[in-house]
Protein backbone atom coordinates (compact mmCIF):
# COMPACT_ATOMS: atom_id res chain seq x y z
CA UNK A 1 0.00 0.00 0.00
CA UNK A 2 1.41 3.34 -0.83
CA UNK A 3 1.90 6.22 1.29
CA UNK A 4 -1.13 8.24 -0.98
CA UNK A 5 -3.59 5.48 -0.47
CA UNK A 6 -2.51 5.36 3.14
CA UNK A 7 -3.41 9.15 3.51
CA UNK A 8 -7.39 8.33 1.79
CA UNK A 9 -8.77 6.87 4.80
CA UNK A 10 -11.47 4.34 4.97
CA UNK A 11 -15.58 5.36 4.95
CA UNK A 12 -16.33 2.13 6.19
CA UNK A 13 -17.16 2.89 9.83
CA UNK A 14 -20.72 0.82 10.80
CA UNK A 15 -21.38 3.88 13.10
CA UNK A 16 -20.69 6.57 9.96
CA UNK A 17 -24.27 6.81 8.29
CA UNK A 18 -25.87 7.91 11.57
CA UNK A 19 -22.89 10.14 12.28
CA UNK A 20 -23.50 11.72 8.49
CA UNK A 21 -27.00 12.02 9.04
CA UNK A 22 -26.78 14.03 12.29
CA UNK A 23 -23.47 16.37 10.90
CA UNK A 24 -25.32 16.60 8.03
CA UNK A 25 -27.99 18.93 10.24
CA UNK A 26 -25.68 20.65 12.34
CA UNK A 27 -23.92 21.77 8.86
CA UNK A 28 -27.04 22.75 7.50
CA UNK A 29 -27.78 24.89 10.95
CA UNK A 30 -24.44 26.80 9.93
CA UNK A 31 -25.24 27.47 6.23
CA UNK A 32 -28.12 28.82 6.94
CA UNK A 33 -26.48 31.07 9.06
CA UNK A 34 -24.00 32.36 6.62
CA UNK A 35 -27.49 32.86 4.20
CA UNK A 36 -29.33 34.73 6.74
CA UNK A 37 -26.42 37.21 6.51
CA UNK A 38 -23.80 37.27 3.51
CA UNK A 39 -25.02 39.32 0.54
CA UNK A 40 -26.17 36.78 -2.80
CA UNK A 41 -23.37 35.70 -4.91
CA UNK A 42 -24.40 34.14 -8.15
CA UNK A 43 -24.83 30.38 -8.19
CA UNK A 44 -25.42 30.51 -4.54
CA UNK A 45 -21.55 30.47 -3.81
CA UNK A 46 -21.72 33.19 -0.88
CA UNK A 47 -23.76 30.55 1.36
CA UNK A 48 -21.47 27.40 1.08
CA UNK A 49 -18.68 26.13 3.49
CA UNK A 50 -14.98 25.67 2.87
CA UNK A 51 -12.01 23.25 3.46
CA UNK A 52 -9.55 24.09 5.96
CA UNK A 53 -6.40 22.35 7.72
CA UNK A 54 -8.64 21.67 10.83
CA UNK A 55 -12.26 20.75 9.41
CA UNK A 56 -14.92 23.43 7.70
CA UNK A 57 -15.33 27.23 7.94
CA UNK A 58 -17.88 29.50 6.69
CA UNK A 59 -15.50 31.92 5.86
CA UNK A 60 -15.93 35.40 7.53
CA UNK A 61 -19.45 36.49 7.74
CA UNK A 62 -20.61 40.13 7.82
CA UNK A 63 -22.43 41.29 11.08
CA UNK A 64 -22.78 45.24 11.73
CA UNK A 65 -19.49 46.79 11.71
CA UNK A 66 -17.60 43.63 11.82
CA UNK A 67 -17.79 39.90 11.21
CA UNK A 68 -17.49 36.29 12.75
CA UNK A 69 -17.02 32.99 11.78
CA UNK A 70 -17.91 29.60 12.42
CA UNK A 71 -15.91 26.22 11.94
CA UNK A 72 -15.83 22.84 12.37
CA UNK A 73 -13.07 21.46 14.23
CA UNK A 74 -12.68 17.81 13.51
CA UNK A 75 -9.63 17.47 15.36
CA UNK A 76 -10.76 19.06 18.51
CA UNK A 77 -14.49 17.79 17.75
CA UNK A 78 -15.84 21.46 18.44
CA UNK A 79 -17.73 23.88 17.13
CA UNK A 80 -15.73 27.49 17.29
CA UNK A 81 -17.21 30.61 17.02
CA UNK A 82 -14.76 33.45 16.14
CA UNK A 83 -15.75 37.22 16.60
CA UNK A 84 -13.70 39.26 15.30
CA UNK A 85 -12.92 41.79 18.68
CA UNK A 86 -11.77 38.80 20.09
CA UNK A 87 -14.63 37.15 21.45
CA UNK A 88 -14.61 33.14 20.77
CA UNK A 89 -17.28 30.36 22.16
CA UNK A 90 -16.97 26.67 21.55
CA UNK A 91 -19.38 23.56 21.06
CA UNK A 92 -18.29 20.41 21.82
CA UNK A 93 -19.35 17.99 18.91
CA UNK A 94 -20.22 14.91 20.38
CA UNK A 95 -23.12 12.66 20.78
CA UNK A 96 -26.74 14.69 20.79
CA UNK A 97 -29.58 15.50 19.46
CA UNK A 98 -30.02 17.91 16.60
CA UNK A 99 -32.70 19.95 18.32
CA UNK A 100 -30.17 20.43 21.59
CA UNK A 101 -27.58 21.58 19.12
CA UNK A 102 -29.41 23.37 17.44
CA UNK A 103 -30.96 24.70 20.93
CA UNK A 104 -27.03 25.76 22.39
CA UNK A 105 -26.12 27.46 19.00
CA UNK A 106 -28.60 29.68 18.72
CA UNK A 107 -27.91 30.69 22.52
CA UNK A 108 -24.58 31.03 21.70
CA UNK A 109 -25.17 33.47 18.83
CA UNK A 110 -27.73 35.31 20.83
CA UNK A 111 -25.46 35.43 24.23
CA UNK A 112 -22.52 37.12 21.53
CA UNK A 113 -25.12 39.57 20.39
CA UNK A 114 -25.55 37.76 17.20
CA UNK A 115 -29.08 38.42 15.95
CA UNK A 116 -29.88 35.76 13.27
CA UNK A 117 -33.37 34.08 12.63
CA UNK A 118 -33.23 30.69 10.06
CA UNK A 119 -35.25 28.92 8.54
CA UNK A 120 -35.38 25.64 10.72
CA UNK A 121 -36.19 23.40 8.14
CA UNK A 122 -33.68 21.62 6.71
CA UNK A 123 -33.00 21.41 3.19
CA UNK A 124 -32.50 18.72 0.06
CA UNK A 125 -33.71 15.90 2.44
CA UNK A 126 -36.59 13.57 2.37
CA UNK A 127 -38.85 13.84 5.13
CA UNK A 128 -37.09 16.80 7.14
CA UNK A 129 -37.36 17.53 10.64
CA UNK A 130 -37.29 20.46 11.68
CA UNK A 131 -34.24 21.57 13.64
CA UNK A 132 -35.97 22.20 17.46
CA UNK A 133 -37.58 18.99 17.25
CA UNK A 134 -35.40 16.62 15.69
CA UNK A 135 -34.21 14.27 18.57
CA UNK A 136 -33.96 11.58 15.85
CA UNK A 137 -30.78 12.60 14.63
CA UNK A 138 -27.98 11.95 18.11
CA UNK A 139 -25.26 10.10 16.95
CA UNK A 140 -21.27 11.67 16.46
CA UNK A 141 -18.45 9.45 16.43
CA UNK A 142 -15.90 11.49 16.70
CA UNK A 143 -12.96 9.28 14.15
CA UNK A 144 -15.39 8.89 12.29
CA UNK A 145 -16.62 12.43 11.33
CA UNK A 146 -12.24 12.90 11.22
CA UNK A 147 -12.44 10.65 8.53
CA UNK A 148 -14.90 11.92 6.40
CA UNK A 149 -13.39 15.33 6.95
CA UNK A 150 -10.17 13.69 5.79
CA UNK A 151 -11.19 12.34 2.82
CA UNK A 152 -12.78 15.87 1.76
CA UNK A 153 -9.37 17.40 2.17
CA UNK A 154 -7.42 15.13 0.28
CA UNK A 155 -10.60 15.78 -2.71
CA UNK A 156 -10.19 19.70 -1.62
CA UNK A 157 -7.07 19.27 -2.64
CA UNK A 158 -6.98 16.90 -5.88
CA UNK A 159 -10.06 19.50 -7.13
CA UNK A 160 -8.28 22.66 -6.28
CA UNK A 161 -5.25 21.47 -8.83
CA UNK A 162 -7.87 20.20 -11.24
CA UNK A 163 -9.56 23.54 -10.86
CA UNK A 164 -6.25 25.56 -11.74
CA UNK A 165 -5.91 23.89 -15.62
CA UNK A 166 -9.18 26.26 -16.31
CA UNK A 167 -8.81 29.43 -16.98
CA UNK A 168 -13.03 30.31 -17.91
CA UNK A 169 -15.25 31.33 -14.89
CA UNK A 170 -14.66 28.50 -12.78
CA UNK A 171 -16.70 28.38 -9.21
CA UNK A 172 -14.39 27.98 -5.76
CA UNK A 173 -14.00 24.23 -4.48
CA UNK A 174 -16.29 24.42 -1.75
CA UNK A 175 -18.90 22.38 0.45
CA UNK A 176 -22.50 22.46 -0.29
CA UNK A 177 -24.01 21.71 3.10
CA UNK A 178 -27.67 21.03 1.23
CA UNK A 179 -26.19 18.02 -0.77
CA UNK A 180 -23.00 17.59 1.84
CA UNK A 181 -21.08 17.18 -0.95
CA UNK A 182 -17.64 18.90 -2.27
CA UNK A 183 -17.79 20.62 -5.70
CA UNK A 184 -16.38 22.33 -8.21
CA UNK A 185 -17.94 23.71 -11.27
CA UNK A 186 -16.90 24.65 -14.43
CA UNK A 187 -18.57 27.10 -17.03
CA UNK A 188 -18.55 27.16 -20.97
CA UNK A 189 -19.72 30.93 -20.83
CA UNK A 190 -22.48 30.33 -22.35
CA UNK A 191 -26.51 30.87 -20.96
CA UNK A 192 -28.29 27.72 -20.44
CA UNK A 193 -31.83 27.11 -21.63
CA UNK A 194 -34.26 28.07 -19.41
CA UNK A 195 -36.18 25.80 -16.97
CA UNK A 196 -39.55 27.65 -16.27
CA UNK A 197 -41.02 24.88 -13.84
CA UNK A 198 -37.72 24.79 -11.65
CA UNK A 199 -37.68 26.12 -7.98
CA UNK A 200 -35.30 29.47 -7.97
CA UNK A 201 -32.63 27.40 -6.25
CA UNK A 202 -31.86 25.36 -9.43
CA UNK A 203 -32.93 28.20 -11.57
CA UNK A 204 -29.51 30.28 -10.53
CA UNK A 205 -27.54 27.14 -9.82
CA UNK A 206 -27.83 26.06 -13.31
CA UNK A 207 -28.63 29.74 -15.12
CA UNK A 208 -25.43 28.76 -17.32
CA UNK A 209 -23.59 25.82 -19.19
CA UNK A 210 -22.13 23.77 -16.35
CA UNK A 211 -19.55 20.54 -15.90
CA UNK A 212 -19.43 20.08 -11.82
CA UNK A 213 -17.39 17.13 -10.44
CA UNK A 214 -17.37 16.59 -6.75
CA UNK A 215 -17.52 13.96 -3.53
CA UNK A 216 -20.80 13.11 -1.51
CA UNK A 217 -21.60 10.05 0.91
CA UNK A 218 -24.21 8.79 -1.66
CA UNK A 219 -27.58 8.32 -1.52
CA UNK A 220 -30.44 6.51 -2.63
CA UNK A 221 -29.12 3.97 -5.28
CA UNK A 222 -26.02 4.74 -4.54
CA UNK A 223 -25.38 3.25 -0.37
CA UNK A 224 -21.44 4.36 -0.61
CA UNK A 225 -19.46 7.76 -1.20
CA UNK A 226 -18.40 8.25 -4.43
CA UNK A 227 -17.07 10.60 -7.09
CA UNK A 228 -19.82 12.23 -9.28
CA UNK A 229 -19.39 14.28 -12.25
CA UNK A 230 -22.17 15.63 -14.37
CA UNK A 231 -23.18 18.25 -17.20
CA UNK A 232 -25.68 20.32 -17.55
CA UNK A 233 -27.40 20.39 -19.84
CA UNK A 234 -26.16 17.10 -20.97
CA UNK A 235 -25.44 16.80 -24.41
CA UNK A 236 -26.23 13.40 -26.74
CA UNK A 237 -23.93 10.68 -26.36
CA UNK A 238 -22.83 11.57 -23.02
CA UNK A 239 -24.01 9.07 -21.03
CA UNK A 240 -22.18 6.62 -23.22
CA UNK A 241 -19.12 8.48 -23.45
CA UNK A 242 -15.94 6.70 -22.66
CA UNK A 243 -14.32 7.82 -19.32
CA UNK A 244 -11.98 6.50 -16.84
CA UNK A 245 -10.43 4.95 -14.51
CA UNK A 246 -11.85 1.15 -14.70
CA UNK A 247 -15.10 1.56 -12.36
CA UNK A 248 -16.45 4.62 -13.60
CA UNK A 249 -19.90 4.22 -14.67
CA UNK A 250 -22.82 6.31 -15.76
CA UNK A 251 -25.95 5.98 -13.18
CA UNK A 252 -29.10 6.69 -14.96
CA UNK A 253 -30.52 7.19 -11.44
CA UNK A 254 -28.34 10.37 -10.71
CA UNK A 255 -27.55 11.31 -15.08
CA UNK A 256 -23.91 11.62 -13.82
CA UNK A 257 -20.86 9.42 -14.07
CA UNK A 258 -20.14 8.10 -10.77
CA UNK A 259 -17.00 6.08 -9.27
CA UNK A 260 -16.86 4.84 -5.61
CA UNK A 261 -14.61 6.54 -3.25
CA UNK A 262 -13.27 3.14 -2.16
CA UNK A 263 -12.11 2.87 -5.41
CA UNK A 264 -10.30 5.72 -6.19
CA UNK A 265 -8.93 5.23 -2.26
CA UNK A 266 -7.23 1.46 -3.71
CA UNK A 267 -6.18 2.78 -6.69
CA UNK A 268 -2.23 2.64 -6.49
CA UNK A 269 -2.30 6.57 -7.24
CA UNK A 270 -5.55 8.11 -6.02
CA UNK A 271 -4.88 11.55 -7.14
CA UNK A 272 -3.65 10.40 -10.20
CA UNK A 273 -7.03 8.12 -10.07
CA UNK A 274 -9.28 10.80 -9.14
CA UNK A 275 -7.83 13.45 -11.69
CA UNK A 276 -8.13 11.04 -14.70
CA UNK A 277 -11.93 10.45 -13.12
CA UNK A 278 -12.26 14.80 -13.64
CA UNK A 279 -10.27 15.26 -16.29
CA UNK A 280 -12.05 12.34 -18.90
CA UNK A 281 -15.49 13.29 -17.65
CA UNK A 282 -15.03 17.31 -18.31
CA UNK A 283 -13.35 16.53 -21.68
CA UNK A 284 -16.51 13.96 -22.57
CA UNK A 285 -18.85 16.84 -21.55
CA UNK A 286 -16.86 20.08 -23.19
CA UNK A 287 -16.19 18.07 -26.67
CA UNK A 288 -19.98 16.69 -26.83
CA UNK A 289 -21.50 20.02 -25.61
CA UNK A 290 -19.35 22.44 -28.06
CA UNK A 291 -17.63 24.34 -25.67
CA UNK A 292 -14.39 26.22 -26.95
CA UNK A 293 -12.02 24.77 -25.15
CA UNK A 294 -9.07 26.93 -26.62
CA UNK A 295 -10.33 30.01 -24.99
CA UNK A 296 -11.09 28.20 -21.92
CA UNK A 297 -7.91 26.09 -20.93
CA UNK A 298 -4.72 26.08 -19.40
CA UNK A 299 -1.68 25.63 -21.91
CA UNK A 300 1.47 24.58 -19.83
CA UNK A 301 2.40 24.34 -16.83
Partial sequence: MT????????????TWPETCATLHMWTQMVGKVRLALTPPVNHWWGVALYLTARGLTTSPIPYGDGAFEIVFDFIDHMLVIDVDDGRRRTIALAPRSVADFYGEAMRTLDELQIRVRISPMPS???????FDEDRVHASYDADAAHCWWRALLKTDLVLQEFRARFIGKCSPVHFWWGGFD??????????????????????????HEVISAGLWPGSGAMREAAFYAYAAPEAAG???ARVGPAGAFYSPDFNEFLITYEDVRRAASP?????????STYEA?????????????????
Avoid at 285 to 301: D, F, I, K, S, T
Fill in 238 to 240: FKT
Fill in 182 to 207: LAVTRFSGRRAPDRPNADAITREGYS
Fill in 271 to 279: RAALLEFLQ
Fill in 3 to 14: ADETAWPSLSSP
Fill in 285 to 301: GAELGGWNRAELERVGP
Fill in 124 to 130: EVPAPIR
